[in-house]
């Protein structure tokens, strides 16, 4: 008796988090895969078609561009936004002075709204009278197109989404630098270790795991990028834009095909998934 | 006499020279104190310190210096080439004018209504649900717990479209609730909060039972209390991602009256002048650098807290 009791005042307290999540979070999962095989417009009875929204995605020539600017997308993030800001949090280690003002610099484009540093960039690139042509020319440099050419796009909205994201993972790093033994250091420099060799044998395994944790994380976190191209390019020039996340937009919401949209993020959240499983074992071998 | 008063001399010349401050170690890093204050130590540090802040000044502050400039300009300045670095007659018409022509107003009182709303739809969902789950333990609790967090690796992006369809079926478009509900269905924030109530001892829940409390008087009176840091930055983190977020209220909340401020920029920008963007960014930052400013440690261990998240 008394064992219902509590039984029932803790479902009490948790119904409302159950409701939530129930409508919100895990129906939405089911819907996605219910979604990929219907035809709807949200208005006329959904009708079903088989794998014909798998077949519509992979008919569509943006698809494999998509994909294609998707990962490179991801992968200069990961040069910039990933190998930058661990060099940034060794160096800020090192520092004595002015940390305070350092941290703060670095994360203030973070707290920052998307919005605010799109719209930003988006006339800092102006081929005219934008600040990184003025800053070109003022070094005697010939002007880039920036956001006006298939072959700059992509890289000018990883640099965007690398200013706006960048102090996290920096700072990140930099409470996983503090927690490193300084015995450590000392043994390795009583063992003749340079500065190298000490961040090569000492600073790197110990945030081995972090640092696996957080290329996961943002593999997973950059693979979503859709505010810079719908913001800055809508895919263009040339679809050299497109990522998936704006593929499945795109359909959605232009051409109000929800099945085909829901077919291309089922596709992502498979691979997404496999970023994470990898990401929950990682976590798992933290805790062990 | 005469080598006493040369080794005065030279002693009084080292002493000017070693007169430079050492560099003061609280804590030992990769560079070894003892590197770190040998005359070359001490040179290429101060020369790293001075770029570090060179180029970070240049590349995190110097775009903001340009946006408020920027807000502060004439349109002809603007257009100006070479551009002026500062501006040549300042004026704050362009806020103004954004103010109006964005109706900032209306979405600045938007986004705020939104987000503390959020807030305590958030707050108390979550709160419970984590009180549960760690002091009243039910049936299934730890199954419930692992599909909560199981969400967790769901990035927000790809359930986005059946999301929007499940938001159309139950007919919440353009209601704040479209925005709350899904928010507060929030297992990071759970996970957070269960884990720093599991820390609270049992002995302190048993004495409050033994005194007569049922859950909520235990919830209110002891859990609570103990947990405001925790609270603190689960606030924190809830609000700023509410203010935040752009990709959610672009698809539930699409009356021109009912938008938050940062989807009302970015449908108006195209229409004004580029100093009345700039005018409508800074306002919309304004607010966060202010919380940023007085609750930079929530934020900073939010971070930390998040990077052993899963």
């Known amino acids: ?288 | 006499m005469i080598s006493v008063g040369a080794g005065a001399t030279t002693g009084h010349k080292r002493g000017k020279k070693r007169s430079p401050k050492p560099i003061e170690v609280q804590f030992r890093t990769i560079v070894s104190p003892h590197q770190l204050n040998s005359k070359w130590g001490r040179r290429i540090y101060w020369l790293v310190l001075v770029a570090i802040l060179v180029v970070f000044t240049l590349a995190f502050v110097f775009p903001l210096y340009w946006m408020i400039t920027g807000a502060l300009k004439t349109p002809e300045e603007l257009a100006q080439m070479p551009p002026t670095l500062i501006p040549a007659d300042p004026s704050p018409d362009a806020f103004f004018e954004a103010w109006d022509l964005f109706d900032i107003g209306t979405l600045l009182a938007n986004t705020a209504y939104y987000s503390l709303g959020g807030w305590i739809v958030c707050m108390a969902v979550d709160v419970s649900a984590a009180y549960a789950l760690s002091k009243l333990r039910p049936k299934f609790g730890n199954v419930i717990l692992g599909m909560m967090l199981a969400t967790l690796m769901i990035p927000a992006m790809v359930v986005l479209i059946p999301l929007y369809v499940t938001v159309v079926d139950l007919g919440l478009l353009n209601n704040p609730w479209a925005l709350w509900l899904p928010a507060a269905a929030n297992g990071f924030n759970i996970f957070l909060l269960k884990r720093f109530f599991d820390s609270i001892p049992r002995e302190l829940i048993e004495a409050a039972q033994i005194d007569g409390a049922g859950p909520v008087r235990t919830l209110r009176s002891v859990v609570l209390p103990i947990s405001r840091p925790i609270l603190g930055v689960v606030s924190i983190l809830t609000i700023v991602t509410s203010f935040k977020d752009f990709v959610w209220p672009l698809l539930v909340m699409t009356d021109s009256d009912r938008m938050t401020i940062s989807v009302g920029l970015s449908q108006t920008a195209g229409a004004v002048t580029q100093n009345q963007v700039m005018g409508g960014l800074l306002i919309t930052s304004i607010p966060m650098i202010i919380v940023f400013f007085i609750f930079q440690r929530h934020i900073m261990a939010g971070l930390t807290a998040g990077s052993i998240k899963g």
Request: with cysteine; hydrophobic share 55%; aromatic share 14%.
């Open chain 1, 1 to 288: 008796m008394q064992i219902l009791r509590r039984n029932l005042t803790a479902y009490g307290f948790l119904c409302a988090a159950l409701a939530c999540f129930t409508v919100f979070a895990w129906y939405p999962m089911v819907r996605e895969f219910i979604l990929s095989f219907q035809k709807t417009d949200l208005i006329n009875e959904p009708i079903w078609v088989g794998l014909d929204n798998f077949k519509t995605a992979f008919l569509d020539p943006a698809f494999s561009e998509a994909w294609l600017n998707t990962l490179e997308f991801t992968l200069l993030a990961l040069v910039f936004g990933y190998a930058v800001p661990f060099v940034v949090a060794l160096v800020l280690n090192e520092l004595r002075h002015a940390r305070a003002y350092l941290r703060f610099v670095v994360y203030l484009p973070v707290m920052l709204p998307p919005i605010v540093a799109v719209l930003l960039f988006r006339w800092f690139y102006d081929p005219g009278p934008g600040l990184f042509n003025q800053v070109l020319d003022f070094f005697g440099l010939a002007p880039l197109a920036w956001l006006d050419s298939s072959s700059t796009a992509l890289i000018s909205l990883v640099i965007v989404s690398t200013w706006m994201n960048m102090g996290g993972a920096t700072l990140i790093y930099l409470a996983a630098l503090q927690n490193i033994p300084s015995e450590l250091y000392e043994a390795a420099e009583l063992d003749g270790a340079g500065i190298f060799k000490r961040i090569r044998h000492v600073t790197i395994p110990q945030t081995r795991l972090i640092l696996l944790l957080m290329l996961m994380l943002q593999i997973v976190a950059t693979m979503q990028v859709f505010i810079e191209p719908y913001m800055l390019t809508g895919g263009g020039p040339e679809n050299a834009t497109v990522t998936v996340a704006y593929l499945m937009f795109q359909n959605a919401f232009t051409l109000q095909d929800y099945g085909s949209a829901g077919a291309i993020g089922m596709m992502l959240m498979i691979v997404l998934l496999v970023f994470a499983a990898f990401q929950l074992r990682l976590t798992r071998e933290d805790k062990a």
